[in-house]
């Protein structure tokens, strides 16, 4: 069955589902986020981490690779990425609420249309809101800055203020930005799983300047993170 079968509602797919006998799998872009989730996993068995690659279509074809050579009941795509200003800061957390993308549609002179307003398909998948809340409760209690909001998933990562302003006015609540979520979640819903995104801030959206990036730091509160979804999960 694939995705156009399987979805539902105009507006979003749900990615919600029971999963019970918990076993998760983490897709990362890079092998820095791979190595940092490693290191907060501790060798645990209910958890596999894949380098999908960057950019949405190729991290779409290796996690449904994964998916079909083994048993999972919860796929997450996490890793670093860009927060919106006065939504996540740099140095923080975005669990998302749902997984946008951004830039799938047409432009046109009356503005951006996304693929529902075409009527050719859907570019938001809605996550599970029991486990949003509980991961994002657990991450407070851990004391680690978290926000749950909307996450983007875009082809060209945003580098100037106006693209910036355009994206938080069209989608409401614009949290952070990555390049592989939505297509980590085509994958899961495919297969009918839950899926979700989180992001460790590393550089807020807007003009690209790589010197005020703090890599180093996301990573960090990337790898706490999953110390807490080890607890959580």
Not at 118 to 130: A, E, K, V, W
Not at 191 to 204: F, K, T
């Amino acid at each position: 069955m694939n995705i156009e079968q399987r979805k539902k509602p105009k507006k979003s797919i749900s990615s919600s589902g029971e999963f019970p006998q918990t076993r998760v799998l983490i897709v990362t872009a890079v092998s820095a986020e791979k190595d940092a989730i490693m290191q907060a996993l501790h060798n645990d068995p209910r958890f596999e981490v894949l380098v999908g690659g960057v950019g949405s279509v190729v991290a779409a074809v290796n996690t449904t690779r994964a998916l079909a050579e083994a048993e999972y009941s919860l796929v997450i795509s996490a890793g670093i990425g860009g927060g919106f200003p006065s939504k996540a800061e740099v140095g923080s957390l975005v669990v998302g609420t749902e997984i946008i993308a951004a830039d799938l549609g047409a432009e046109t002179p009356d503005g951006f249309n996304d693929l529902e307003t075409l009527g050719f398909g859907f570019t938001r998948i809605q996550s599970d809101s029991t486990l949003v809340e509980r991961i994002t409760k657990a991450l407070l209690e851990a004391q680690l800055p978290v926000h749950a909001g909307p996450v983007l998933t875009v082809s060209t990562v945003t580098g100037t203020i106006e693209t910036a302003r355009e994206l938080t006015a069209r989608i409401k609540g614009a949290s952070a930005e990555a390049m592989e979520g939505f297509g980590v979640g085509c994958a899961a819903i495919n297969r009918g799983l839950p899926v979700l995104e989180i992001r460790a801030i590393s550089n807020l959206v807007g003009p690209r300047d790589r010197s005020a990036w703090r890599i180093k730091d996301a990573l960090g509160i990337l790898e706490a993170a999953c110390e807490v979804l080890v607890e959580v999960l």
